[in-house]
């Protein structure tokens, strides 16, 4: 059994937050291991669906996408039925063919973003990437090679504006740290009693 069992249940035993779905956000900087958490957690969680907020933000709307965030996911989700969305192409810069996300025990909602402040009140439970910013950043630079380098120009920019106006960290539950070994979490300020700490995932390091 994979040691992120005992988050997985925990989360899963959460009341419904959304309809009958307890929607998970995992937010932290760009470059943070995300996406790479994200996956692992999922499948601890028997195959969670994973909606990726990259999937939703388009060069125009890197954090301006909230109101088709409610209308496609969270109002049809609030109302039992499932969610119809299209996911942008970064290369092609348009949105590609539609897709369907059925309302499911648990959603994680995973990118720069999902704690804000319009998504809070749906969360169940909101988890926060504990790897620094420049650590972020500098991953994330990497892993895009230098001919994206000016695009993290600008969404550095976008990102500190982001979050200096709508902060994650201060209401995540729980803290997500990375070391070698894996993934350790512990109770952030606003955990509730009985928020499980210290545990670790010890698959290696995320890459991204």
Not at 121 to 134: D, I, Q, S, V
Not at 164 to 170: A, E, L, N
């Amino acid at each position: 059994m994979s040691s992120l069992a005992p988050l997985a249940q925990s989360l899963a035993a959460l009341p419904p937050s959304l309809g009958g779905t307890r929607v998970i956000g995992i937010d932290g900087h760009a470059g943070s291991g995300k996406s790479t958490f994200a996956g692992r957690l999922a499948e601890a969680l028997g195959g969670a669906p994973v909606l990726h907020l990259d999937d939703v933000a388009t060069h125009a709307e890197l954090f301006g996408w909230w109101d088709r965030l409610r209308a496609q996911v969270v109002e049809p989700l609030a109302a039992g039925r499932p969610a119809r969305w299209a996911p942008y192409d970064w290369e092609r810069r348009r949105f590609g063919p539609e897709r369907v996300l059925e309302p499911a025990p648990v959603l994680l909602v995973e990118g720069v973003g999902a704690g804000r402040r319009e998504l809070r009140p749906y969360l169940a439970r909101l988890l926060w990437m504990e790897t620094p910013r420049e650590a972020s950043w500098g991953r994330g630079r990497k892993r895009d090679g230098r001919e994206l380098s000016a695009f993290w120009d600008g969404w550095e920019r976008a990102e500190l504006a982001h979050f200096s106006d709508d902060p994650s960290r201060p209401f995540a539950n729980t803290l997500v740290h990375q070391s070698g070994t894996g993934y350790e979490w512990t109770s952030g300020i606003s955990a509730t009693p009985g928020t499980p700490s210290a545990l670790t995932d010890g698959d290696g390091l995320p890459q991204a």
